[in-house]
Nanobody
Framework: QVQLVESGGGSVQAGGSLRLSCAASGHTYNCMGWFRQAPGKEREGVASIWHRGDITYYADSVKGRFTISRDNAKNAVYLQMNSLNSEDTATYYC??????????????????WGQGTLVTVSS
């Protein structure tokens, strides 16, 4: 059974940092990444990374602040989030598919979704 399990969410003050982790089991994916959904807003793609880790994609809103990485030995993907602000408050979801970037994949065609982890940034 394919599973993606996120961890690392929490509360942080503006300007702070958090690191999200997502562990995959049951399958190795070419592309893994992160989405987020803030209250009352649509889900948006945040970052994606290819299997070799040499090609990454970022939403304009997080470029220069967030870094995605992966450890294929652990079948895991990470999201280092720095300089957080209140607009980063959202539930963050890990996702996986054969192709990158993940935001080009319809949600109902994604190979796997995590259960989500909440990030709250207070000003």
């Amino acid at each position: 059974q394919v599973q993606l399990v996120e961890s690392g969410g929490g509360s942080v003050q503006a300007g702070g940092s958090l690191r999200l982790s997502c562990a995959a089991s049951g399958h190795t994916y070419n592309c893994m990444g992160w989405f987020r959904q803030a209250p009352g807003k649509e889900r948006e793609g945040v970052a994606s990374i290819w299997h070799r880790g040499d090609i990454t994609y970022y939403a304009d809103s997080v470029k220069g602040r967030f870094t995605i990485s992966r450890d294929n030995a652990k079948n895991a993907v990470y999201l280092q989030m720095n300089s957080l602000n209140s607009e980063d408050t959202a539930t963050y979801y890990c996702a996986a598919h054969a192709f990158c970037p993940l935001w080009h994949v319809p949600a109902n065609q994604m190979d796997a979704w995590g259960q989500g982890t909440l990030v709250t940034v207070s000003s």
